[in-house]
């Protein structure tokens, strides 16, 4: 790119020397309007922190408020544990008997009671509701690593959206003084009659174009810096840049080790894993239902005055009977086995899907990286051999303005589509991570 800017600069100046006692015509201010029209499509930024991926992904970890979220649902699924399995409270009790209607405050005519109870479930009930409670908490921390990984992979797509817009406005401003150069050299020679004047007109229309792209290229820019700051934790219109360079060359894994890293990696096979896991336990406690569950009391009885003894004790114990109401409880059973029927087909069908989502994701990767490499090794050095070849053509008098002007917006398309497939290239790795659950090496991006 450095070799075509001095080429056109050369261009420019000789022809500048060549007809120097030319006279300019009347419509030579366009170039200067375009100019003014390429100044007014930029976006009037004040440039923020330039971070690297790796500092936005870690200050994104701790402030996003997605995460803070999903943690202090671990913290209440974590502090519901030790209730699960606590017994319930002990109970007093006062009773009065026998007292007098004609004497209602002479309670040393009455039996008085004081008693205290206690419930307890029947064996095994309270190991596996705290198991219960515990598989919850799991589910909470699963769906921490869920969203972790979410927010891991939409940073990672709003970085490259950022990279890769800032990337646009660096070719196009470097396009652009290629551009404005041509039309200085297509100028004077409009001026000395070699040229026609809708090559000139021709070559202003290229530059409006790149002006017009700029626009779209600022408001991309704009949008992916609201979204990173927003996965930040931070306000929308923070100042922002990023750096970093893509890379494309290195292999991708096989289907088969993504394959056996998402069966331990991915947060929501996890997570279908610790549900059906769960509804086992409940199946379980449903079937604990045929269990009688006992209480027990003892109590101090002072007996109206008068009465030998006067003061005695009672204990008192009731038990549950179940099966006397055996159609509820294995109505209950059976509600559990369906449950556990349901999250056992949710875990089959969510590793198939996984299967295809990782098989779909690497394929698309890969030929997202075959078409990067395309650009990069073929179509980009094509291009810039083509416009070296016109620009010396041109000054030589062997082809035409036009013919430079397509050469030249030729290297301005393929220099920004090579960005685009490289920036898709890391867009499918970031897709890919997201169905393995895990980072994949060939995301990573030297700084």
């Given at each position: 790119?450095k070799t075509?800017?001095?080429?056109?600069?050369?261009?420019?100046?000789?022809?500048?020397?060549?007809?120097?006692?030319?006279?300019?015509?009347d419509?030579?201010?366009?170039?200067?309007?375009?100019?003014?029209?390429?100044?007014?499509?930029?976006?009037?930024?004040?440039?923020?922190?330039?971070?690297?991926?790796?500092?936005?992904?870690?200050?994104?970890?701790?402030?996003?408020?997605?995460?803070?979220?999903?943690?202090?649902?671990?913290?209440?699924?974590e502090?519901h544990?030790?209730?699960?399995?606590?017994?319930?409270?002990?109970?007093?009790?006062?009773?009065?008997?026998?007292?007098?209607?004609?004497?209602?405050?002479?309670?040393?005519?009455?039996?008085?009671?004081?008693?205290?109870?206690?419930?307890?479930?029947?064996?095994?009930?309270?190991?596996?509701?705290?198991?219960?409670?515990?598989s919850?908490?799991?589910?909470?921390?699963?769906?921490?690593?869920?969203?972790?990984?979410?927010?891991?992979?939409e940073?990672?797509?709003?970085?490259?959206?950022?990279?890769?817009?800032?990337?646009?406005?660096?070719?196009?401003?470097?396009?652009?003084?290629?551009?404005?150069?041509?039309?200085?050299?297509?100028?004077?020679?409009?001026?000395?009659?070699k040229?026609?004047?809708?090559?000139?007109?021709?070559?202003?229309?290229?530059?409006?174009?790149?002006?017009?792209?700029?626009?779209?290229?600022?408001?991309?820019?704009?949008?992916?810096?609201?979204?990173?700051?927003?996965?930040?934790?931070?306000?929308?219109?923070?100042?922002?840049?990023?750096?970093?360079?893509?890379?494309?060359?290195?292999?991708?894994?096989?289907?088969?080790?993504?394959?056996?890293?998402?069966?331990?990696a991915?947060?929501?096979?996890?997570?279908?894993?610790?549900?059906?896991?769960?509804s086992?336990?409940?199946?379980?406690?449903?079937?604990?239902?045929?269990?009688?569950?006992?209480?027990?009391?003892?109590?101090?009885?002072?007996?109206?005055?008068g009465?030998?003894?006067r003061?005695?004790?009672?204990?008192?114990?009731?038990?549950s009977?179940?099966?006397?109401?055996?159609?509820?409880h294995?109505?209950?059973?059976?509600e559990?086995?369906?449950?556990?029927?349901?999250?056992?087909?949710?875990?089959?069908?969510?590793?198939?899907?996984?299967?295809?989502?990782?098989?779909?994701?690497?394929?698309?990767?890969?030929?997202?990286?075959?078409?990067?490499?395309?650009?990069?090794?073929?179509?980009?050095?094509?291009?810039?051999?083509?416009?070296?070849?016109?620009?010396?053509?041109?000054?030589?008098?062997?082809?035409?303005?036009?013919?430079?002007?397509?050469?030249?917006?030729?290297?301005?398309?393929?220099?920004?589509?090579?960005?685009?497939?490289?920036?898709?290239?890391?867009?499918?790795?970031?897709?890919?991570?997201?169905?393995?659950?895990?980072?994949?090496?060939?995301?990573e991006?030297?700084?």
């Amino acid at each position: 790119m450095k070799t075509l800017h001095t080429l056109m600069g050369a261009l420019s100046l000789a022809l500048v020397f060549h007809a120097c006692d030319a006279q300019a015509p009347d419509d030579a201010s366009g170039l200067s309007n375009l100019s003014a029209l390429i100044g007014n499509a930029r976006a009037d930024t004040t440039p923020g922190p330039a971070l690297t991926l790796d500092e936005v992904e870690r200050i994104a970890l701790a402030e996003n408020p997605e995460i803070h979220v999903a943690a202090r649902k671990v913290a209440a699924a974590e502090a519901h544990v030790p209730l699960a399995g606590a017994l319930d409270d002990p109970q007093a009790m006062y009773r009065g008997w026998q007292v007098p209607l004609t004497r209602p405050w002479d309670y040393n005519a009455a039996q008085n009671m004081f008693m205290l109870g206690q419930s307890f479930p029947g064996r095994g009930k309270r190991g596996l509701r705290t198991n219960i409670a515990q598989s919850d908490s799991e589910l909470a921390k699963d769906d921490l690593d869920a969203t972790r990984l979410r927010v891991r992979v939409e940073v990672r797509k709003a970085f490259f959206d950022l990279l890769h817009a800032q990337d646009d406005l660096r070719i196009h401003d470097q396009h652009v003084g290629i551009a404005q150069q041509a039309i200085e050299a297509a100028r004077i020679k409009y001026s000395v009659g070699k040229i026609p004047q809708v090559e000139v007109l021709k070559a202003q229309v290229s530059l409006t174009r790149l002006a017009e792209h700029m626009i779209r290229f600022d408001r991309d820019a704009e949008v992916a810096r609201a979204r990173l700051n927003t996965l930040m934790g931070r306000k929308p219109e923070t100042p922002i840049e990023v750096r970093g360079e893509y890379a494309v060359t290195a292999p991708l894994p096989s289907l088969e080790t993504l394959v056996a890293t998402a069966i331990q990696a991915r947060p929501d096979l996890a997570e279908a894993v610790a549900a059906e896991t769960k509804s086992r336990k409940e199946e379980e406690l449903a079937k604990k239902t045929m269990a009688p569950d006992f209480s027990v009391s003892a109590g101090y009885m002072l007996m109206p005055s008068g009465q030998n003894p006067r003061n005695n004790y009672m204990v008192e114990g009731s038990m549950s009977l179940p099966w006397l109401n055996r159609h509820k409880h294995d109505a209950e059973v059976t509600e559990a086995t369906a449950a556990v029927n349901e999250r056992d087909a949710e875990v089959t069908a969510m590793k198939n899907e996984a299967l295809g989502q990782i098989e779909e994701s690497l394929a698309e990767a890969r030929a997202a990286q075959r078409l990067a490499r395309v650009y990069q090794d073929s179509l980009k050095p094509q291009a810039e051999q083509t416009l070296h070849a016109a620009v010396v053509a041109y000054e030589n008098d062997q082809t035409s303005f036009l013919d430079l002007l397509d050469s030249q917006m030729t290297v301005v398309d393929v220099d920004l589509a090579a960005i685009d497939a490289i920036a898709d290239f890391n867009m499918k790795m970031a897709e890919l991570e997201l169905a393995v659950g895990a980072p994949v090496a060939a995301q990573e991006v030297t700084k």
